[in-house]
């Protein structure tokens, strides 16, 4: 058989013996014939020498000896390729005549090229894509947290006890429920560091950043008077992720490689980084914090103000895009050390672009386009839970006048928010957040939410009148210069 372009994936349930023993016996096989040979490994190391798309795209075959399957996600890099499939525990048995007939084993893989929901493109790469990794991970943790203390909140506000664990004392099922609440605010930091170095250094990085940002975080560990926060997260999470990242590459030997992963890494990580944390990174990040949240709480209320409006007008300028993320990412953060005024703009403002849109097509529906009108009641009931999305068609449309009136009215809206104290908990079912706890006062909220929508309506329909009426004008002259011609 002429010379051959192979690449393959190994993988095995532990990640530690077959899958590193496999790949190189596949490549010592396929080097002996003459052949072209790349291997990835997804051991205890996570992936290693991972295939890159033009070694996919050149490849004549793609091996995929596995012991512990791969995703749909991970195999669609092989679609349209001669793939031949078998459990890694046959490949070393079969390793001498695999590539004998390799035409008749392998078979043309196919995926749907229908994308759905998740499986849309995305951002994956860059440090934003890791640190919305880290919020994404922490999401549940704040979610489910947030709704057990509102529950518990309300119980008692109904009359309920609310009795601590004591000696001699059985706790109150209100405090019960609210002291499991907490725990998924303690745990929201550490869970936030891990995934953002795993994001970036796969499996070996995520124990080391999860302890650290623990150990970071905690005040009666280090002795600070506040812990590092979403700072220390950030900085943790990125640091161990890069350090794990580079670690990878270290060739150790046949012996020791297959330990790197699952040993060697972890422990040289947490033992650098924790001492690292403890007396230097903690204690600095725990103090950088305290200055943070001291400036947040006694910001002067021209600046308090200022700032109100520059979330607002981030939040909403992009609809979901990257400027949207820093804002919300910000204000997000800030929940672990219990500042909630800032998320409080969020839970107002997103709910405004798309809600604001459907209301201006039923005011003056001459403004939009028989699809905009038809969109309108699916775009103000999936606004009303937090989705800023439906509004994309109609900033498409007519992108200027949109998103100056979204922005300007996401700005004031931000300032009026944060001017009325209007807190919120958790990320929940938007307009009807007042009403399960995760949002108070109610009153503020939807006075601050009535506010914003009046703004964003109104501005929608100035704006868009004077844009339509100056393209008709520019329409009508370029028509008459034609005409004069």
């Not at 890099?77 to 890694?88: A, D, I, S």
């Amino acid at each position: 058989m002429a010379d051959l372009k192979i690449v393959a994936v190994t993988n095995c349930p532990a990640g530690i013996a077959h899958t590193y023993m496999v790949a190189e016996a596949l490549e010592e096989k396929a080097k002996s014939l003459g052949y072209e040979v790349h291997v990835e490994t997804q051991g205890a190391s996570g992936v290693e020498n991972k295939l890159t798309p033009d070694q996919i795209a050149a490849a004549d075959y793609v091996i995929l000896a596995l012991g512990k399957g791969m995703t749909d996600e991970d195999k669609q890099r092989f679609n349209g390729k001669k793939v031949v499939e078998l459990p890694v525990s046959e490949a070393l048995k079969e390793i001498d005549t695999i590539f004998d007939d390799i035409e008749d084993r392998a078979k043309v893989f196919e995926v749907s090229k229908v994308k759905l929901g998740s499986e849309q493109d995305a951002v994956t790469d860059g440090v934003m894509s890791y640190l919305m990794a880290g919020v994404s991970a922490a999401l549940p943790f704040v979610i489910g947290g947030g709704l057990l203390i509102a529950i518990g909140s309300m119980m008692v506000q109904f009359g309920m006890p609310n009795t601590a664990l004591a000696k001699g004392v059985e706790p109150s099922l209100a405090w019960v429920i609210t002291s499991i609440g907490n725990l998924g605010f303690q745990f929201m930091i550490p869970i936030m560091g891990a995934y953002i170095a795993f994001a970036i250094g796969d499996k070996p990085a995520f124990a080391p950043a999860f302890l650290v940002t623990y150990l970071a975080n905690d005040t009666d560990l280090l002795g600070t008077q506040s812990g590092a926060g979403f700072l220390g997260a950030i900085v943790v999470g990125l640091s161990i992720g890069y350090f794990v990242k580079y670690f990878k590459k270290v060739k150790l030997g046949k012996n020791f490689q297959s330990i790197l992963g699952f040993m060697i890494i972890p422990f040289v990580t947490l033992l650098v980084f924790g001492l690292l944390t403890y007396y230097l990174l903690g204690p600095f990040m725990g103090w950088l914090m305290s200055v943070l949240l001291a400036f947040l709480k006694n910001i002067p209320t021209s600046m308090k103000l200022g700032g109100g409006f520059l979330v607002g007008c981030m939040l909403a300028f992009d609809m979901g895009g990257p400027i949207n993320k820093t804002a919300w990412f910000f204000s997000f953060s800030l929940l672990s050390s219990g500042v909630y005024n800032w998320y409080g703009i969020v839970g107002v403002v997103t709910l405004l672009p798309p809600m604001a849109a459907a209301i201006a097509t039923w005011i003056r529906p001459s403004l939009f386009s028989k699809q905009e009108r038809a969109a309108s009641w699916s775009s103000f009931l999936v606004g009303m839970t937090v989705a800023t999305e439906p509004a994309i068609p109609y900033a498409l449309a007519a992108p200027l006048p949109m998103i100056a009136a979204n922005t300007l009215a996401g700005g004031i809206t931000g300032a009026i928010t944060i001017m009325l104290n209007v807190q919120r908990m958790a990320p929940g079912i938007g307009i009807f957040d007042p009403l399960i706890g995760l949002e108070k006062p109610w009153y503020w909220f939807y006075l601050s939410l009535a506010i914003g929508l009046f703004l964003n309506v109104f501005f929608i329909i100035t704006f868009k009148s004077a844009w339509l009426k100056r393209r008709e004008k520019k329409e009508q002259e370029k028509l008459a210069q034609v005409e004069d011609k």
